[in-house]
């Protein structure tokens, strides 16, 4: 495991030395670096992705995509967070799948009357993966288990990469223009 690190590490190490018009690139390294590959990660939890890292590094905007993000709302630095996001005048944004429960629903709720920077939509689609935009400027991609239509759940131990913007064909546009789309069709909790 230390060693798939390692290597992943000098990957992304070289890739941020270099740019696409380095001849002494390969072609895959070319290919990632044109994609908006910026790092990668075996797991959530040995990245800068995991919630209370995350939450720590935002300084004005977070995006989150998925499931329920029950690993947010009960990191015991949610609250806080968000009261720190509220004084700076940024946003949270969380878009969750249709298969929330109740109760869920209604910690959401609960969560924008309190924090004026958040806001909660639900999107009648389940996610195939979990998305992270953090300040508009890196994305964090890591695919839920399961590969039919219906997720068999969620995977922390799944590797997960992030994007930048950097990249002529990055796919960090895509992603947020994904998001920004569902966004816009999905219900607000307070209409449920």
């Known amino acids: 495991m230390a060693r798939d690190r390692s290597l992943i590490s000098d990957v992304v190490n070289h890739l941020d030395k270099c740019s696409t018009a380095d ?8 290919a990632l670096y044109s ?11 040995s990245s800068p992705f995991e919630s209370g890292r995350c939450m720590r590094a935002t300084k004005l905007s977070l995006s989150f995509m998925g499931h329920t993000a029950s690993k947010w709302r009960n990191h015991p ?8 996001m509220t004084a700076n005048h940024g946003k949270v944004q969380f878009l969750l799948s249709e298969d929330v429960s109740g109760k869920v629903t209604q910690d959401l709720l609960d969560l924008e009357q309190r924090h004026k920077c958040f806001r909660a939509k639900i999107y009648f689609s ?3 993966f979990r998305l992270v935009i953090q300040d508009e400027q890196i994305i964090a991609l890591q695919h ?8 068999v759940g969620d995977r922390n131990d799944s590797p997960l990469m992030t994007l930048t913007a950097r990249g002529e064909d990055s796919l960090f546009r895509t992603l947020v223009v994904h998001f920004k789309e569902l966004w816009t069709e999905a ?6």
Request: charged share 25%.
């Open 126 to 128: 389940r996610p195939m």
């Open 35 to 45: 994609l908006g590959v910026h790092s990668a990660y075996t797991d959530l939890s």
């Open 23 to 30: 001849q002494g690139l390969s072609l895959a390294t070319r």
């Open 77 to 84: 630095d949610f609250e806080a967070f968000l009261r720190r």
């Open 144 to 151: 839920y288990e399961g590969l039919g239509v219906v997720p």
């Open 187 to 192: 219900r607000p909790v307070s209409e449920l």
